[in-house]
């Protein structure tokens, strides 16, 4: 971070003094936003880089950077600097010109509001690198603009993790059934929609079925009435996809109830059929 005598001639030439451009950067230290992420972190980045100019007595730059601080304050911070208004040769202009073309994208793409902190280093090391390219005089000032560069564009090319697809639900689905009938009710053909879906996704899995009753009628019955449901259901599955030959079934009848009763005792949650799938 030096400063050229054609620097000197320039500041001259418009009409500047040295306290002319102290003024300047002091008021663009002095500098607050009241906006969001991304133009409080470049604030802050462009304060640090006049900082460092002045400390060399680069008023010019320093003069650069103050006024693209006092631009971001305002709420109307400036893009990425124009290729065309720094004096730069190879390799530095191929290098630049490739930077700028994939800063700009990430900018248009909302990378100021996803990412504003490595927008901003971004942004900022960019400028800088600028700067120190067309001076091309130390090299380990445009690697260190250059690598704050691509410190914050490495954010920001970062593709966000792809999140991993959730599990395949194996059950149980429940299909109740009204007292004393095998018919499938509306609630229980959505639950036989759930399982023909997981089934399908699950391809050459088997599909398992026990169906039960409550304890209301003999056990023999109930034995039977269990039997005719799991074919309700067995049915019902092959309509929408899922094929006989994959489900196995078993009719247990009151023998194994959802909830403990008594005999002779009416409860739905025992009118059942379970269907799970094993892989």
């Known amino acids: 971070m030096f400063m050229r005598m054609g620097k000197l001639a320039l500041v001259a030439g418009l009409g500047f003094g040295l306290s002319a451009c102290a003024s300047l950067y002091d008021n663009g230290q002095k500098a607050a936003t009241s906006g969001g992420a991304f133009e409080t972190a470049l604030l802050g980045h462009y304060q640090s880089l006049a900082k460092m100019e002045a400390a060399e007595a680069d008023w010019l730059d320093a003069?650069?950077?103050?006024?693209?601080a006092l631009l971001t304050a305002a709420g109307t911070p400036p893009g990425p600097q124009a290729l065309a208004e720094r004096d730069l040769v190879e390799p530095h202009l191929g290098e630049l010109t490739a930077a700028r073309n994939m800063l700009t994208t990430q900018l248009e793409d909302g990378a100021a509001q996803s990412k504003p902190d490595a927008a901003a280093m971004a942004q900022a090391g960019f400028d800088c690198w600028m700067q120190e390219a067309e001076e091309n005089i130390q090299p380990d000032d445009i690697k260190a603009c250059k690598d704050?560069?691509?410190?914050?564009?490495?954010?920001?090319?970062a593709e966000a993790p792809v999140a991993a697809p959730a599990p395949t639900p194996t059950g149980p689905w429940v299909v109740l059934f009204n007292y004393d009938k095998s018919d499938i009710t509306y609630d229980g053909q959505l639950e036989i929609n759930k399982a023909v879906a997981a089934a399908t996704k699950l391809a050459g899995s088997n599909v398992l079925l026990s169906a039960h009753t409550d304890t209301a009628g003999s056990e023999q019955y109930n034995l039977g009435l269990s039997a005719r449901r799991a074919k309700a259901v067995i049915e019902a599955m092959g309509l929408?996809?899922?094929?006989?030959?994959?489900?196995?079934?078993?009719?247990?009848?009151?023998s194994d109830p959802a909830v403990a009763t008594g005999d002779g005792v009416r409860n739905q949650a025992n009118r059942r059929v379970e269907i799970r799938i094993a892989n």
């Open 63 to 68: 003069d650069f950077f103050s006024q693209r």
């Open 148 to 157: 704050m560069y691509w410190a914050g564009m490495n954010v920001l090319q």
């Open 240 to 254: 929408i996809g899922v094929s006989s030959d994959r489900v196995t079934a078993s009719a247990v009848g009151e």
